[in-house]
């Protein structure tokens, strides 16, 4: 590897990385991200990797600091991205309600769960990491992009014609809080809007929805996640919620719209979950 590109990495290099501020930021940024991906998580079935954006967030706050440098950022950036598998949890631990395994959720019970599925994360990363990272078809994985905003950011230090990115980062959040505010204190703007619309003796929905954090998670977690995403909208309520209502009789005293309601709700869900199993499943098979 040439010198230039290895630059970061050289044994002689003497920087402070296991800093005090560093730690405490990187601690403040995991809980904010566990916090977010897992609000997420519940509301829409979804979470982001916050690797990237913790990046851009320490280095945009430690260079206000004085001698700041890339590997402390580096290791701020490694601290918040635990927050991705942390959060993971919300998936594992309703399974449990829904099969009648767990009755409620004991503190201690849920913390050694959770230790133990982080070590079982980072145990099969060791493995993983070649078939996932060194011979991955991403073309830029990751790990990759985060190092290479923390080496523009390094090199970008001494110039200060750009900002420190605090200003769009305490604009964005200024934006999405008035937002909120307006939408469930004012209530002066919806965050929901549906259409009931017949299909023969069937009937279903076009759902819309809008939320700052969800047009923030959409930005982070690229096209083509968010294009899949809409594509199970459309074959659930285009597809199999009419094929549903028309094929299926209608219950007595139940109107139509709460019976598509109950559709989606018990059959059309179910699908898309044994989607995401076999998807699972199939990404292990391949991995192998």
Not at 33 to 47: D, E, P, W
Not at 146 to 151: G, W
Not at 242 to 268: H, N, W
Request: net charge neutral.
């Amino acid at each position: 590897m040439k010198q230039e590109e290895n630059e970061f990495m050289r044994h002689e290099l003497r920087l402070p990385e296991l800093t005090v501020r560093g730690m405490i930021l990187g601690a403040i940024l995991t809980v904010i991200f566990t916090a977010s991906n897992v609000y997420l998580g519940l509301k829409v079935g979804l979470t982001f990797s916050s690797a990237i954006p913790a990046a851009v967030i320490s280095m945009a706050i430690l260079k206000m600091a004085k001698n700041s440098n890339i590997l402390e950022n580096n290791m701020v950036q490694t601290q918040a991205s635990a927050a991705g598998t942390l959060s993971a949890i919300i998936f594992i631990i309703p399974g449990m309600l829904m099969i009648g395994y767990w009755q409620g959720f004991e503190f201690w019970q849920t913390l050694l769960v959770s230790a133990c599925g982080g070590c079982l994360g980072v145990l099969f990363t060791i493995p993983l990491r070649r078939a996932m990272v060194v011979h991955s078809d991403l073309a830029y994985p990751e790990g990759v992009a985060a190092a290479e905003i923390l080496k523009v950011g390094s090199h970008e230090k001494s110039d200060e014609k750009d900002g420190s990115g605090v200003k769009e980062i305490g604009a964005g959040g200024i934006f999405a809080g008035i937002v909120a505010f307006c939408t469930n204190a004012l209530q002066v703007l919806g965050s929901e809007l549906s259409c009931w619309i017949p299909v023969g003796r069937g009937m279903t929905q076009l759902p819309l929805g809008y939320s700052t954090a969800l047009v923030g998670a959409g930005y982070l977690i690229g096209i083509a996640a968010g294009l899949s995403m809409l594509v199970g909208i459309l074959i659930a309520w285009a597809g199999f919620v009419p094929y549903y209502t028309i094929t299926s009789p209608l219950p007595d005293g139940m109107t139509l719209q709460k019976f598509a309601g109950s559709v989606y709700q018990e059959r059309v869900r179910l699908i898309g979950a044994g989607a995401m199993g076999v998807a699972a499943v199939w990404t292990l098979i391949m991995l192998a």
